[in-house]
């Protein structure tokens, strides 16, 4: 019996240790890479093109060098905030990541696309169309093909149409 009584707690305890584990890291973790990014100077809702990537400019664990990023900090916490970035002549894609680093959101910025803007509402849910959900702060990427760095310079100057706002 006692063997029996020490092997279920042995097993409650362990689900606990994954469930908090599971709950609890992504928020962390997403708060950390918030702190980082602001102690950069990385303001809320401002697209911010990141330099060129090489191994010297590598701060997370292998982003691709043929990539130009740009990222904006939002926080949904004084209402919701629209997205807008414009189509390119390449792949490019912008992605919205809430609090708990779930991809929430991924849009097409490709040649051809009909890419216009994302509204992200607070709250949770499902998005559905061109409005997603996010409780609070949260983080948008936009990735675009920039093998070369003539290519990586036109890929940084469509960062300037591109915005993060808060709206009503």
Not at 31 to 57: D, H
Request: net charge negative; proline share 7%; charged share 15%.
């Amino acid at each position: 019996m006692r063997f029996f009584l020490t092997l279920f707690v042995l097993a409650i305890s362990a689900a606990a240790a994954h469930f908090l584990v599971l709950t609890s890291l992504p928020g962390f973790i997403m708060s950390k890479a918030q702190e980082a990014i602001a102690a950069q100077g990385v303001p809320l809702n401002v697209w911010v093109a990141t330099p060129r990537q090489t191994p010297q400019t590598q701060r997370v664990v292998r982003p691709s060098p043929d990539l130009a990023y740009a990222l904006c900090r939002f926080d949904t916490s004084n209402g919701p905030v629209r997205i807008t970035a414009p189509v390119g002549d390449g792949y490019g894609s912008v992605s919205v990541f809430n609090s708990q680093t779930d991809n929430v959101f991924v849009g097409d910025l490709s040649a051809g696309s009909t890419f216009t803007s994302v509204r992200i509402e607070p709250g949770a849910g499902a998005a559905s169309g061109n409005t997603a959900f996010v409780d609070g702060p949260g983080l948008a990427l936009i990735r675009r093909l920039a093998p070369t760095q003539a290519e990586y310079e036109v890929a940084a100057a469509l960062v300037n149409d591109a915005t993060c706002e808060t709206v009503e």
